[in-house]
Protein backbone atom coordinates (compact mmCIF):
# COMPACT_ATOMS: atom_id res chain seq x y z
CA UNK A 1 0.00 0.00 0.00
CA UNK A 2 1.04 3.53 -0.29
CA UNK A 3 2.32 5.39 2.22
CA UNK A 4 4.02 8.99 3.07
CA UNK A 5 5.97 10.33 5.87
CA UNK A 6 6.12 14.21 6.86
CA UNK A 7 8.35 13.45 9.78
CA UNK A 8 8.40 16.99 11.21
CA UNK A 9 5.16 18.01 12.52
CA UNK A 10 5.99 21.57 13.20
CA UNK A 11 9.13 23.35 11.84
CA UNK A 12 10.19 27.12 13.25
CA UNK A 13 12.73 29.16 11.08
CA UNK A 14 13.49 32.64 10.76
CA UNK A 15 12.74 35.04 7.78
CA UNK A 16 15.11 34.85 4.96
CA UNK A 17 16.84 31.51 6.09
CA UNK A 18 16.56 28.52 3.76
CA UNK A 19 13.55 25.80 4.31
CA UNK A 20 13.48 21.98 3.85
CA UNK A 21 10.13 19.98 4.48
CA UNK A 22 10.84 16.52 4.36
CA UNK A 23 8.48 14.05 2.44
CA UNK A 24 9.32 10.24 2.55
CA UNK A 25 7.07 7.85 0.49
CA UNK A 26 6.19 4.53 -0.14
CA UNK A 27 5.02 3.33 -3.35
CA UNK A 28 5.06 0.02 -5.82
CA UNK A 29 5.55 1.97 -9.13
CA UNK A 30 6.23 5.01 -10.48
CA UNK A 31 5.21 7.59 -8.12
CA UNK A 32 3.36 11.01 -8.79
CA UNK A 33 4.49 13.22 -6.43
CA UNK A 34 3.01 16.84 -4.97
CA UNK A 35 3.52 19.40 -3.07
CA UNK A 36 0.10 21.43 -1.79
CA UNK A 37 0.13 24.40 1.16
CA UNK A 38 -2.70 24.93 3.59
CA UNK A 39 -3.44 28.58 5.14
CA UNK A 40 -5.17 28.95 8.28
CA UNK A 41 -9.02 28.37 7.11
CA UNK A 42 -8.33 27.58 3.73
CA UNK A 43 -8.06 25.33 0.96
CA UNK A 44 -4.90 23.45 -0.29
CA UNK A 45 -3.10 24.94 -3.10
CA UNK A 46 -0.98 23.14 -5.62
CA UNK A 47 2.57 24.20 -5.33
CA UNK A 48 3.89 21.27 -7.76
CA UNK A 49 3.83 18.29 -8.89
CA UNK A 50 6.30 15.48 -10.08
CA UNK A 51 5.27 12.90 -12.81
CA UNK A 52 8.92 12.56 -15.20
CA UNK A 53 11.62 13.68 -16.44
CA UNK A 54 14.00 15.93 -14.40
CA UNK A 55 14.14 15.37 -10.85
CA UNK A 56 14.16 18.89 -9.55
CA UNK A 57 10.86 20.31 -10.16
CA UNK A 58 9.73 24.32 -10.12
CA UNK A 59 6.77 25.24 -8.44
CA UNK A 60 4.83 28.69 -7.49
CA UNK A 61 6.07 31.15 -4.89
CA UNK A 62 9.80 29.79 -5.37
CA UNK A 63 9.22 26.73 -4.01
CA UNK A 64 11.12 23.93 -5.36
CA UNK A 65 11.46 19.77 -4.78
CA UNK A 66 13.29 17.21 -5.51
CA UNK A 67 12.73 13.91 -6.23
CA UNK A 68 15.61 11.22 -5.15
CA UNK A 69 14.24 7.44 -5.79
CA UNK A 70 17.02 5.98 -4.21
CA UNK A 71 15.64 6.90 -0.53
CA UNK A 72 12.29 7.79 -1.52
CA UNK A 73 11.83 11.52 -0.67
CA UNK A 74 10.97 14.05 -2.66
CA UNK A 75 11.40 17.05 0.07
CA UNK A 76 10.39 20.71 -0.17
CA UNK A 77 12.98 23.70 -0.55
CA UNK A 78 12.96 27.20 -0.37
CA UNK A 79 15.57 30.08 -0.38
CA UNK A 80 14.72 32.31 1.06
CA UNK A 81 11.15 32.08 3.16
CA UNK A 82 8.99 35.24 4.26
CA UNK A 83 6.65 35.57 6.75
CA UNK A 84 3.92 34.81 4.30
CA UNK A 85 4.76 31.63 4.20
CA UNK A 86 3.58 30.42 6.94
CA UNK A 87 0.95 27.66 6.57
CA UNK A 88 0.54 23.95 6.46
CA UNK A 89 2.38 21.91 3.89
CA UNK A 90 0.99 18.69 2.51
CA UNK A 91 2.91 15.96 0.48
CA UNK A 92 0.75 13.43 -1.69
CA UNK A 93 1.63 10.32 -3.52
CA UNK A 94 -0.48 8.67 -6.05
CA UNK A 95 -0.60 6.56 -9.04
CA UNK A 96 -1.34 7.98 -12.46
CA UNK A 97 -4.14 10.30 -11.70
CA UNK A 98 -5.46 11.92 -8.96
CA UNK A 99 -8.42 9.68 -7.76
CA UNK A 100 -5.98 7.58 -4.73
CA UNK A 101 -3.33 10.03 -3.33
CA UNK A 102 -2.47 9.90 -0.60
CA UNK A 103 -1.65 13.07 1.53
CA UNK A 104 0.91 12.50 4.69
CA UNK A 105 -0.33 14.38 8.01
CA UNK A 106 1.30 18.04 7.08
CA UNK A 107 4.13 20.10 8.19
CA UNK A 108 3.17 23.35 9.89
CA UNK A 109 5.57 26.16 8.91
CA UNK A 110 6.46 29.19 11.23
CA UNK A 111 8.12 32.26 10.58
CA UNK A 112 10.09 34.45 13.30
CA UNK A 113 11.36 37.68 12.21
CA UNK B 1 -13.97 32.23 -12.96
CA UNK B 2 -15.11 30.60 -9.10
CA UNK B 3 -12.90 27.62 -8.94
CA UNK B 4 -14.38 25.21 -6.94
CA UNK B 5 -17.11 26.53 -4.33
CA UNK B 6 -18.86 24.37 -1.15
CA UNK B 7 -22.08 25.08 0.21
CA UNK B 8 -22.63 25.66 3.24
CA UNK B 9 -19.04 26.61 5.21
CA UNK B 10 -20.56 25.85 8.00
CA UNK B 11 -22.97 23.25 9.61
CA UNK B 12 -23.97 21.95 13.26
CA UNK B 13 -25.97 18.99 13.00
CA UNK B 14 -27.13 16.82 15.94
CA UNK B 15 -26.67 13.19 15.76
CA UNK B 16 -29.16 11.17 13.57
CA UNK B 17 -29.95 14.08 11.06
CA UNK B 18 -28.77 14.01 7.47
CA UNK B 19 -27.57 16.98 5.11
CA UNK B 20 -26.40 17.06 2.40
CA UNK B 21 -22.63 19.17 0.83
CA UNK B 22 -22.72 20.67 -2.28
CA UNK B 23 -19.61 21.00 -4.44
CA UNK B 24 -19.52 23.12 -7.93
CA UNK B 25 -16.61 23.48 -9.92
CA UNK B 26 -16.30 25.83 -13.40
CA UNK B 27 -13.43 24.30 -14.58
CA UNK B 28 -15.29 21.79 -16.86
CA UNK B 29 -12.88 19.37 -14.75
CA UNK B 30 -13.81 15.09 -15.24
CA UNK B 31 -12.19 14.24 -11.91
CA UNK B 32 -14.16 15.09 -8.62
CA UNK B 33 -12.97 14.28 -5.03
CA UNK B 34 -14.50 14.53 -1.59
CA UNK B 35 -11.52 14.46 1.42
CA UNK B 36 -12.44 15.00 5.21
CA UNK B 37 -9.21 16.55 7.14
CA UNK B 38 -9.15 15.72 10.60
CA UNK B 39 -6.19 17.23 13.49
CA UNK B 40 -2.97 14.69 12.74
CA UNK B 41 -4.03 12.71 10.31
CA UNK B 42 -3.84 14.93 6.88
CA UNK B 43 -6.28 14.33 3.86
CA UNK B 44 -8.46 11.51 3.84
CA UNK B 45 -10.23 10.56 0.98
CA UNK B 46 -13.97 9.66 1.32
CA UNK B 47 -15.51 9.00 -2.46
CA UNK B 48 -14.13 10.66 -5.83
CA UNK B 49 -15.86 10.43 -9.20
CA UNK B 50 -13.78 9.94 -12.82
CA UNK B 51 -16.44 11.55 -14.74
CA UNK B 52 -20.60 12.38 -14.92
CA UNK B 53 -22.57 9.08 -13.49
CA UNK B 54 -20.09 7.71 -11.81
CA UNK B 55 -18.63 7.63 -8.38
CA UNK B 56 -16.00 5.17 -6.50
CA UNK B 57 -15.14 4.78 -2.84
CA UNK B 58 -12.22 5.88 -1.63
CA UNK B 59 -10.07 5.41 1.79
CA UNK B 60 -13.24 6.33 4.19
CA UNK B 61 -16.40 5.69 2.51
CA UNK B 62 -18.88 4.41 5.13
CA UNK B 63 -21.21 6.59 6.68
CA UNK B 64 -21.35 8.67 3.43
CA UNK B 65 -22.70 8.59 -0.26
CA UNK B 66 -22.76 10.59 -3.28
CA UNK B 67 -24.14 11.58 -6.65
CA UNK B 68 -22.75 13.19 -9.81
CA UNK B 69 -25.43 13.85 -11.98
CA UNK B 70 -23.99 16.85 -13.50
CA UNK B 71 -20.86 16.97 -14.30
CA UNK B 72 -20.15 20.39 -12.62
CA UNK B 73 -21.45 19.18 -9.50
CA UNK B 74 -20.52 16.62 -6.63
CA UNK B 75 -22.87 16.18 -3.91
CA UNK B 76 -21.88 14.50 -0.52
CA UNK B 77 -24.47 13.72 1.62
CA UNK B 78 -24.60 12.15 5.52
CA UNK B 79 -27.50 9.91 5.95
CA UNK B 80 -27.27 9.81 9.27
CA UNK B 81 -25.08 12.13 11.33
CA UNK B 82 -22.25 10.58 14.00
CA UNK B 83 -20.41 12.28 16.44
CA UNK B 84 -17.06 10.78 14.82
CA UNK B 85 -18.17 12.42 11.42
CA UNK B 86 -17.35 15.70 12.51
CA UNK B 87 -14.24 17.29 10.48
CA UNK B 88 -13.60 19.47 8.16
CA UNK B 89 -14.63 18.14 4.83
CA UNK B 90 -13.15 19.43 1.17
CA UNK B 91 -13.93 19.06 -1.96
CA UNK B 92 -11.80 19.36 -5.46
CA UNK B 93 -11.47 18.54 -8.97
CA UNK B 94 -8.73 17.88 -11.56
CA UNK B 95 -7.98 17.13 -14.67
CA UNK B 96 -6.32 13.60 -14.73
CA UNK B 97 -2.88 13.92 -14.65
CA UNK B 98 -2.65 17.38 -13.15
CA UNK B 99 -2.71 18.77 -10.07
CA UNK B 100 -6.14 19.30 -7.72
CA UNK B 101 -7.95 22.29 -7.15
CA UNK B 102 -9.37 22.36 -3.76
CA UNK B 103 -12.75 24.11 -2.77
CA UNK B 104 -12.51 26.28 1.30
CA UNK B 105 -13.85 23.43 2.91
CA UNK B 106 -17.17 22.89 4.78
CA UNK B 107 -16.66 22.69 8.75
CA UNK B 108 -19.24 20.04 10.28
CA UNK B 109 -19.75 19.82 14.14
CA UNK B 110 -22.33 16.41 15.54
CA UNK B 111 -23.45 17.28 18.54
Known amino acids: AQSVTQPDIHITVSEGASLELRCNYS??????LFWYVQSPGQGLQLLLK??????LVQGIKGFEAEFKRSQSSFNLRKPPVHWSDAAEYFC???????????FGTGTRLTIIP | NAGVTQTPKFRVLKTGQSMTLLCAQDMNHEYMYWYRQDPGMGLRLIHYSVGEGTTAKGEVPDGYNVSRLKKQNFLLGLESAAPSQTSVYFC??????????FGQGTRLTVV
Open chain 1, 27 to 32: YGATPY
Open chain 2, 92 to 101: ASSLRKEGAF
Open chain 1, 50 to 55: YFSGDT
Open chain 1, 92 to 102: AVGPFGNEKLT
